[in-house]
């Protein structure tokens, strides 16, 4: 075995439909799998993958080292959780993933601040709603609306994440007879909570914030968004509703690295400060 990386390549294919679905997985092209993937055969003396119908699948040889694979791959997360555990001083990157309705509403001017703060540090965020792997250090902190926070995880729940109705003051304004239901593709926000018709559905939070402050009817959605938001007020007769609730995490493992300390300390903070808002206990 020449390049471990090669072991990263052939995880993803195991866990893949197709090449073109591994590279994008790694982001990396196709061309790029195909060739490691055959080099990676060449050392090994044997075929890993055949094609077949429904796309590439593993021989019995790939499925036998499929356990050895992944205990490699553990062991080089776990030295590179060990290392980036042992680094000194706030010098260097930290990758943060939020999801991007929390950082727009929540956390974009205080994450201005933190940068000031601490100039050397080179901050990467992604915005994402997935479960990030903090054991291959996809992220080094996490903010997740969840009630399930992943195994091996470190940190603290730091709120609620209830849920209310909110419209814009046009809308009620010249309340129609029948309400109009502005809904949210997800279980608790889909059906109206009150007498009305749907009249709009979409999968993303943004954009049926963005329809009900336009006046087009009422929706539920979560507290952390109603009350920062502009143009948008409660609706009494839509009790508070609890769903979900936010955690600041990381790995164990790397929790004493200073970058790491630092951030969540002050996200910590941040969460606390606004902690009644986020709960729909305050007015923004």
């Known amino acids: 075995m020449k390049n471990w990386d090669d072991l990263r390549i052939f995880q993803a294919m195991i866990g893949a439909r197709s090449i073109r679905e591994a590279a994008a997985s790694l982001n990396t092209t196709h061309a ?9 055969e060449g050392e090994l003396g044997h075929t890993l993958f055949e094609r077949g119908r429904d796309g590439y699948n593993a021989t019995d040889f790939a499925k036998g080292i499929i356990g050895f694979v992944d205990s490699v791959a553990e062991n080089v997360a776990a030295i590179d959780r060990a290392a980036f555990a042992n680094e000194y001083g706030f010098a260097g990157t930290i990758r943060f993933s939020l999801l991007e309705d929390l950082y727009h509403c929540i956390l974009a001017e205080p994450l201005n601040a933190f940068m000031q703060r601490h100039p050397l540090i080179n901050l990467i965020v992604e915005t994402t709603s997935t479960l990030t792997n903090l054991g291959r250090r996809e992220a080094d902190v996490i903010v997740r609306i969840t009630n399930t926070p992943p195994d091996q995880a470190f940190g603290r729940k730091v709120a609620n994440s209830p849920l209310a109705g909110y419209a814009s003051q046009t809308y009620l304004d010249n309340r129609p007879v029948l309400d109009r239901w502005i809904a949210l593709d997800y279980a608790p926000e889909i059906d109206p909570q009150l007498h009305a018709r749907t009249a709009f559905r979409s999968n993303s939070l943004s954009v049926v914030a963005d329809t009900l402050r336009n006046g087009h009817g009422i929706g539920i959605l979560p507290c952390f968004v109603g009350e920062t938001l502009p143009g948008l007020v409660r609706v009494p007769e839509i009790p508070l509703k609890p769903d979900m609730e936010i ?28 902690r009644n808002l986020i709960e729909g206990h305050i007015e923004p």
């Not at 790029?32 to 990676?40: G, P, Q």
């Not at 955690?247 to 969540?264: F, G, I, K, S, Y």
């Open 247 to 274: 955690w600041v995490l990381t790995h164990e493992d790397v929790r004493n690295n200073p970058r790491v300390r630092a951030l969540m300390d002050y996200l910590y903070q941040v969460f606390s400060q606004q």
């Open 32 to 40: 790029t799998i195909s060739r490691r993937i055959r080099v990676l």
